[in-house]
């Protein structure tokens, strides 16, 4: 099965669908986009522009959802920002905190107000 997203006029994904590999005469991305394409313009009519997404991450660098950002230059899904403090790597697309989660063990919870990461105390 292959996954194509349905992007609106601000780039941003209203949907994801499946479309059977059958369609895609079983043809491995990128070669399997144009027919998914004309698939789903077929569904949902000629005006309506798609992207092809992968489950695993393994083109476009995340399997894209509802709300996502697609970055036609960098073909790239990006979910919104968890926080505002937060920083896009433009090696993975995706948010970071700007500072590193602690490597000790224990468990942190990010603090937007103090922009770092507070420990949860264990009971």
Known sequence: MAHFAQIDENNLVIQVIVVNNDVLNNEPFPKS???????????YGEDTRWAQTSYSGSFRYNYAGQ?????????????????????LNTETYRWQAPVPYPNDGN?????????????????
């Open 33 to 43: 986009e144009p027919a998914g394409i004309a698939f789903c313009k077929s569904l």
């Open 67 to 87: 709300g996502f950002a697609f970055d036609e230059i960098n073909q790239a899904f990006v979910s919104q920002s968890p926080y505002p403090s937060w920083i």
């Open 107 to 123: 468990r942190y919870y990010w603090d937007e107000q103090t922009t770092s990461w507070v420990h949860v105390e264990m009971q």
